[in-house]
């Protein structure tokens, strides 16, 4: 597990839902769509955090 990786995918989250937000507040359909891209980015990052980490508990 790299603590590093998974900071990056919470502050991906955490920017994904900001500008998803300012996208329903400006009403910007392109920004609404950024922004739940980036929100998936990070999902998929996490996952691949979460299969680094059961592949160590297997190996050890």
């Known amino acids: 597990m790299s603590i590093e990786d998974r900071v990056r995918a919470a502050a991906k989250n955490i920017e994904g839902k900001l500008q998803e937000g ?13 922004g739940k891209a980036k929100q998936a980015e990070a999902e998929v990052r996490n996952s691949i955090e979460n299969v680094k980490d059961e592949a160590k508990k297997v190996i050890d």
């Open 22 to 34: 300012l996208g329903e507040v400006t009403g910007d359909p392109k920004d609404k769509a950024e």
